[in-house]
């Protein structure tokens, strides 16, 4: 991560990601920082009057990246050899350093969106920093049944990313695994606005209803008698599927909804429809008990 130090005719560096570099630093700070994240190298001088817009808007863009980019910040009446290598004919002059190159450049101040979009494409060039790669071995824990290490690494990548979807919606999902329920759905209750309704914290808002269903779910085998004495019940049908799907039965639960709709799709205001989609939700789209179920439903619904 880059320090921070003071040049003259500026003030420090206002945030982590970005550093005040010379001649002595450049091939350290720039070329070879550059193999790891992408560096944005601003060409300044103390008396330039465009630089003192450009500069404080290319660090407040750099900061909100949070370490998908770094910033140097090069004083061209101090380090003049830098500026003549790279033919920096005008200031403010921006490059972007990627693997020891630079691959991009603009001269002159830009509108805020320019600069954002311009950071942007810096960010995507270093990919999502093994994040993704992470939320795998994390689900994957998960899946195991190792939940406390699939909750701790999901928190530390929401540490890195406090608006990954994925990997918000895997430590509410990790946290029911434990029996969580009220943290679950404390997370839920605070989840990013950006990040509320996306797919994966819907998910893991429909695992909490089903888990909080499970905590009164009566016996299978009681249940299941009273179905087969009386398959006009619907309320024990009903009742039978939460059951069945508590203890991790889940298709056999899916096949009892779809019976109960098939008898009487408008019973307790259509009850069976919203506990198949509760269920499908909190599941992947490509689970075979989605695709199966969801089949199974539409052709009844549309017959």
Request: glycine fraction near 8%; charged fraction near 25%.
């Amino acid at each position: 991560m880059l320090g921070l130090t003071g040049s003259a005719g500026t003030a420090p560096a206002k945030n982590e990601w970005v550093r005040d570099v010379s001649e002595r630093d450049f091939m350290a700070e720039v070329v070879e920082r550059s193999r790891e994240v992408p560096v944005i190298v601003d060409f300044w001088a103390p008396w330039c009057g465009p630089c003192k817009t450009l500069g404080p808007a290319l660090e407040a863009a750099v900061a909100a990246a949070k370490g998908k980019v770094v910033m140097a910040k090069v004083n061209v009446d101090e380090n003049q050899m830098i500026a003549s290598q790279l033919r920096v004919q005008s200031i403010p002059t921006v490059y972007a350093f990627w693997q020891g190159q630079p691959v991009d450049a603009f001269q002159g101040a830009l509108a805020g969106s320019e600069i954002k979009a311009f950071v942007d494409k810096l960010s995507a060039l270093a990919g999502d920093g093994g994040l993704a790669e992470a939320i795998e071995a994390a689900e994957m824990m998960l899946t195991e049944g190792a939940a406390v290490d699939a909750a701790e690494t999901f928190a530390a990548i929401l540490g890195e990313e406090p608006e990954n979807a994925d990997a918000y919606g895997g430590l509410v999902r990790s946290h029911i695994a434990l029996g969580n329920l009220d943290q679950a759905e404390g997370f839920l209750t605070a989840a990013p606005a950006k990040i509320a309704a996306a797919a994966p914290v819907e998910a893991a808002r429909a695992q909490l209803a089903l888990a909080r269903q499970a905590e009164n779910a009566g016996p299978v085998t009681d249940l299941l008698a009273r179905t087969e004495a009386d398959p006009s019940d619907h309320q024990a049908r009903y009742d039978l599927a939460l059951a069945l799907h508590a203890a991790g039965r889940v298709e056999e639960a899916v096949e009892q909804l779809l019976d109960l709709f098939r008898r009487d799709r408008e019973w307790n205001e259509g009850a069976a429809k919203v506990q198949l989609l509760t269920i499908f939700d909190a599941l992947k789209p490509t689970d075979p008990i989605v695709l199966k179920g969801r089949r199974k439903l539409s052709s009844m619904i549309f017959l």
